[in-house]
């Protein structure tokens, strides 16, 4: 049974830090990649970063170039989102997911990969004050 759970979400002050963690079960993660996507208040939800199952990270989101970083632990099938120098703006629920089995598991490449991914977690709430 494919499981994506998120974790680590909070309220943080502008300037601060949070890690998300994903943790994945059911799946082999150096198998899959594994997106992060946020989701505002009445906004679409958008991707942010994608690992693939080789350790190869993809930005999507150039409001996140600089400041967020993916990785993961393959024996700890976790996935982890690093958020540094946060602003208000990435307020949203940040979700994690796995790209859909194919013959790759690189990162989909185009600037809306939603589509791509099959499993999704719960998400987790960040919430940045200003």
């Known amino acids: 049974q494919v499981q994506l759970v998120e974790s680590g979400g909070g309220l943080v002050q502008t300037g601060g830090s949070l890690r998300l963690s994903c943790a994945a079960s059911g799946f082999s993660v150096n198998r899959h990649a594994i997106g992060w996507f946020r989701q505002a208040p009445g906004k679409e939800r958008e991707a942010v970063l994608c690992?693939?199952?080789?350790?190869?990270?993809?930005h999507y989101a150039d409001s996140a170039k600089g400041r967020f970083t993916i990785s993961k632990d393959n024996d700890k099938s976790t996935v982890y989102l690093q958020m540094n120098r946060l602003k208000p703006e990435d307020t949203a629920v940040y979700f994690c997911a796995r790209r859909h089995p194919s013959s790759t598991s690189y990162c989909p490449e185009q600037s809306n990969p939603n589509a791509e991914f099959d499993y999704w977690g719960q998400g987790t709430q960040v919430t940045v004050s200003s």
């Open positions: 690992i693939s199952g080789g350790g190869i990270s993809f």
